[in-house]
């Protein structure tokens, strides 16, 4: 049980409801202005002007003719040919620590594609977090953690599966880390937002369905020198 001195001490309840929120909605009824996050929504079609979009797929190779089906199980959002909008991040994905790298381009129509688009107002982080623990492999030998992930996961799931295209954020081993430690208890929600709205997340358009794919024209790539990007990386820092 989540400590019983929770019953008559505020206090106790406030600084419990920082590390493990999502565990006292659903126990203590405590948190009014987060039940909003409870909220069930539908996947909305992608509603922006611009239905002709221009992506990037960092590798170490070209790739004109991308395989449906050919991934990872276990990547942020399943198997999935991962993409991103902005053609610096695919270069940083490109390149290895040794090797150089190419940035992909294509071009894809979107009419009529379902968009899963995390980042929109309607979505938080704990349904992108959800997504995570559905493909990712979280510790969750603990009781918290455990109880945290079937909570999420009953909440906050989404029918991710069936969409033709998901946007969201890519989570990098330092980002999966935070995720991590919000569902064993040691950071709050609010640690969990300030880390990912101030850190350096990489926006991933992830293709999921063959009909994604089918829409997809490869426009060309461009070679990506290890040695000039970690030399350029180095003088900003």
Known sequence: EICA???GSEMCIRD??????IILLQRYNIGRG???LLKKYNLNKYEGDIM???????SDHIIEQPEFGYGKPYNDYGIGFYCTENPNMAKEWGVGIDHNGYANQYQINCDGLSILDLHASEYTLLHWLTILL??????????LAAEAKEYLIQKFHLDYKSCDIIIGYRADDSYFSFAADFINGAISYRQLSNAMRLGKLGKQFVLKS???????RFLGYETV??????AHETCAD
């Open 5 to 7: 001195c929770l019953v």
């Open 16 to 21: 419990r409801f920082e590390t493990v929120e």
């Open 34 to 36: 987060f039940l909003i």
């Open 52 to 58: 002709e979009k221009i992506i990037y797929h960092g």
């Open 134 to 143: 559905e493909n990712r492999e979280f510790d969750t030998s603990t009781p």
């Open 210 to 216: 063959k009909r994604s794919f089918e829409r997809l």
């Open 225 to 230: 020198s290890y040695t000039h990007l970690r």
